[in-house]
């Protein structure tokens, strides 16, 4: 193939979530044809897992400025600016309006899984004319065939969502997880307390961090009205302090009320805490789960709530050259500056395409993927990188590198812990709009209960 045949193809994106989609909004902006492909049925389908959750970040903070361009020209108004909405409102409102604006809908393709992505006719080991070869993506539909697509680069913006980190303390899934998760004891990562079995029921959540947080916080609310509600709360921190986050500091108003509230349920008995807990097993019984730790203690409930974190899904890129850190698993570059164990959002320095860029040239990894296994994500972040890796894509070396950012200090994200714990700094205080997950966790992932972080979803 000709560099200009090459330069024909489209850029693929993977993952329609809110960064895929700005991505896609930039890039047409820069006269790049984009190319979204998303697993789910829908754009935004990882949303709509926990669109049950409020994020702890205003509209103000979840908007990417080219994706408001393109709905403005179809007559959209944006929402109230500091509004908190729920997962199920930044779909509704605004990524179902923005793929279906007529620039995007016909360029996103649902139920369009990438399950491999490699260089068409090399393998991982061959170098020569490496740079110069498009990418072929293995695409995997939901009616069961497979197909391969051509681009000149790739952004993977496809979240950590469907990859939460495992509950044993040592990296690996506890012996008897597996069959707890099988025997529906153990949940997904961000449930409606409201909707689901935990009316009466003893439960435990797992997890230091704010999706953690906000789920003790929806089972206490729940166990007011709901008499036999009991909550427990594990974490393997030696104290609370973190999670408790930085109250008045916090210039994300919902993030720094979650920490107050938390540490009155926690004070006035509404939630048993266990800290230093480290899940060494877990034995299934009867409609209950037994729950071990390594210092000999045990807990026996009815359901078990993880809210340990994700890990991005590298195996669809084993045929790509990365480098990455070898701690959180993002970009090499990247790594350093948004360590959890020194790092939280609001201390994370700008970054864009010449941090993520990896040795195979044009391949970037952006929104919650490219933090890895770090929990500090926020929507923003994501915004900007997909701006500067479209800019760079173009060629246009200056806009790319004018990279700035300003995300909202707080006590909770800020590296350090004060011995005044009325100023502690959180633990994975951003989520991704993760989810969790993102932590809005969200995962981070992505913060639930009724005020979450912008969290870990697709893209």
């Known amino acids: 193939m000709t560099a200009a045949s090459k330069e024909s193809l489209p850029v693929a994106v993977i ?5 895929g989609l700005a991505a896609a909004a930039h890039l047409l902006e820069r006269g790049i044809e984009p190319l979204v492909l998303e697993a789910g049925s829908t754009a935004g389908a990882a949303i709509r897992e926990w669109g049950h959750v409020r994020v702890f970040s205003t509209w103000r903070y979840n908007l990417d400025a080219a994706a408001v361009r393109l709905l403005e020209s179809t007559g959209w108004r944006a929402p109230r600016p500091t509004a908190l909405p729920y997962g199920h409102e930044l779909v509704s409102d605004y990524l179902e309006p923005l793929a279906a604006t007529p620039q995007l809908r016909g360029r996103i393709r649902t139920g369009a899984r990438v399950v491999a992505v490699t260089r068409q006719g090399l393998d991982k080991g061959r170098s020569q004319g490496r740079d110069q070869a498009p990418f072929l993506l293995r695409v995997k539909h939901s009616n069961g065939e497979a197909a391969d697509v051509l681009a000149r680069a790739v952004i993977d913006a496809s979240g950590t969502w469907t990859t939460p980190a495992p509950l044993g303390s040592s990296g690996l899934p ?13 949940t997904g ?10 009316a009466g029921r003893r439960t435990l959540v797992i997890g230091s961090g704010h999706s953690a947080a906000n789920m003790v916080l929806d089972l206490a609310r729940l166990a007011r009205t709901s008499p036999g509600t009991e909550v427990i709360w594990a974490m393997r921190a030696a104290a609370p302090e973190r999670a408790f986050g930085g109250g008045d500091a916090d210039q994300l108003p919902a993030r720094g009320q979650l920490g107050a509230r938390l540490r009155t349920a926690v004070d006035t008995g509404a939630v048993r805490l266990l800290t230093g807990f480290h899940t060494t097993g877990i034995h299934t019984g009867d409609g209950t789960v037994t729950v071990h730790a390594g210092d000999g203690r045990r807990v026996e409930v009815e359901r078990v709530i993880p809210a340990t974190g994700f890990r991005p899904d590298l195996s669809l890129l084993a045929e790509l050259r990365l480098d990455l850190d070898p701690a959180v698993e993002a970009p090499r570059a990247l790594g350093p500056l948004i360590d959890p164990d020194f790092h939280s959002c609001g201390t994370v320095p700008p970054h864009g395409a010449g941090i993520l860029a990896q040795p195979e040239k044009d391949f970037y990894l952006a929104g919650m993927k490219s933090y890895g296994r770090a929990p500090t994500f926020l929507m923003a972040t994501g915004y ?5 890796i479209a800019a760079a894509l173009a060629g246009d070396t200056n806009a790319a590198e004018a990279v700035e950012l300003q995300l909202p200090e707080t006590g909770v994200c800020s590296t350090g812990i004060p011995a005044d714990d009325s100023a502690a700094t959180g633990d994975a205080c951003c989520g991704s ?8 966790g969200f995962a981070t992932g ?5 005020t979450a972080g912008a969290a870990p979803l697709s893209g």
């Open 15 to 19: 993952g329609a979530g809110p960064v």
């Open 174 to 186: 506890a012996p008897g997880e597996a069959e707890a998760r099988s025997a529906g004891l153990i």
């Open 189 to 198: 990562p961000l449930p409606d307390v409201t909707a689901g079995s935990f």
């Open 384 to 388: 900007e990188q997909v701006r500067s």
């Open 433 to 440: 709009p993760r989810p969790v997950p993102v932590s809005i």
């Open 446 to 450: 992505l913060e639930h209960g009724r």
